[in-house]
């Protein structure tokens, strides 16, 4: 289906598409030969129908355009003029690229990386990211991508009690860190590097303006966050969505991402573990799986989709990313 002078949209056997309409995700090419520089225009010429095909189908995936380093990848997330998002009070373990462009994750890539909103320990979170394919994964390590309001009317379908508790008590996230990085750990970054400061002070004040307090256990911290809400009201489409990141399928006390992460309800009690087992197999079942391209760009409407990252079972892998207010 052609959309403009530039943009084609095109079907992909993984879409999934619901009877609302709405195909997910939408995906773009370009109608001619072309290069980064008549990209980037076109993004500028046509974005405000970008926007609502972004609006529409939470995440737009641009395949086929001529993006082939992160110096590119940074020119094309310009392009769209979003002012950048500081990654402070930020988790995972990340390293400048060029401008704006920042490794992904630095957890090892043989590691699973469950369902999240970018950020949604912290009130002021991104509102859209980019992720950029400069190398295709030679096997798993891909990253699935699920619209959070689907997840939120199937959880409460299914366990209208516990989504009661969420909405009404929010989420509190606990995670344990040093003072140094921990690449190895999905949520291993110090607390020095997550406020930009040696001064436990300061790393105090920092954190409190994010909703977050700081417990002391000699130069490591206990991190509290929250409560956050757990269900959120998304304006643009008027739908309640799963905003949280309580999806890693553990017992006992809700582990998120890796050790010495956890999370348990606003009120204190313990997260219900037979609902988040079946909120694992319900992100499992709706969510769609894109194989990377090199030179794919997606953007993703943080506000809507929740995504994930697989395990790499056969390198290279190396996509970057460019998170936006």
């Known amino acids: 289906m052609a959309t403009g002078r530039f943009f084609q949209e095109v079907e992909l056997p993984e879409q999934k598409s619901y009877s609302d309409g709405v195909v997910f995700p939408a995906v773009l090419s370009p109608t001619t030969n072309t290069n980064v520089t008549v990209f980037e225009e076109a993004i500028r010429v046509e974005k405000p129908w970008l926007e609502s095909l972004l609006k529409k189908s939470g995440v737009v995936l641009f395949r086929g355009f001529p993006v082939t380093t992160a110096s590119d990848f940074n020119d094309v997330v310009e392009a769209f003029g979003y002012p950048e998002a500081p990654y402070i009070g930020g988790r995972a373990s990340r390293t400048q690229v060029v401008g704006r462009v920042y490794t992904a994750n630095e957890t090892p890539p043989d590691k699973l990386i469950p369902f999240h909103h970018e950020m949604a320990y912290v009130p002021e979170f991104p509102s859209k990211l980019f992720f950029f394919c400069e190398e295709a994964p030679g096997s798993g390590g891909q990253t699935p991508i699920v619209l959070s309001h689907v997840v939120y009317g199937k959880m409460k379908e299914k366990h209208p009690e516990f989504v009661a508790q969420l909405e009404e008590h929010g989420v509190t996230y606990i995670i344990l860190t040093g003072d140094e990085d921990q690449p190895s750990s999905s949520t291993g970054r110090g607390w020095k590097t997550a406020y930009d400061t040696d001064d436990k002070k300061v790393a105090e004040e920092r954190a409190a303006k994010l909703g977050t307090r700081l417990e002391w256990i000699g130069n ?5 966050a929250g409560p956050m809400p757990a269900i959120r009201f998304d304006k643009e489409s008027q739908r309640k969505t ?6 890693g399928p553990t017992k006992g006390a809700r582990k998120i991402h890796d050790k010495g992460a956890f999370a348990e309800l606003g009120n204190g009690e313990a997260v219900n573990d037979d609902a988040m087992d079946d909120c694992v197999k319900i992100l499992e079942e709706e969510c769609v799986i894109v194989p990377w391209k090199k030179g794919d760009v997606m953007l993703i409407n943080n506000l809507t989709v929740l995504h994930a990252r697989e395990p790499l079972l056969k390198p290279p892998r ?8």
């Open 318 to 325: 190396r996509v970057l990313a460019s998170l936006c207010k």
């Open 220 to 224: 490591a911290a206990k991190v509290i």
């Open 242 to 247: 799963w905003f949280n990141n309580l999806t």
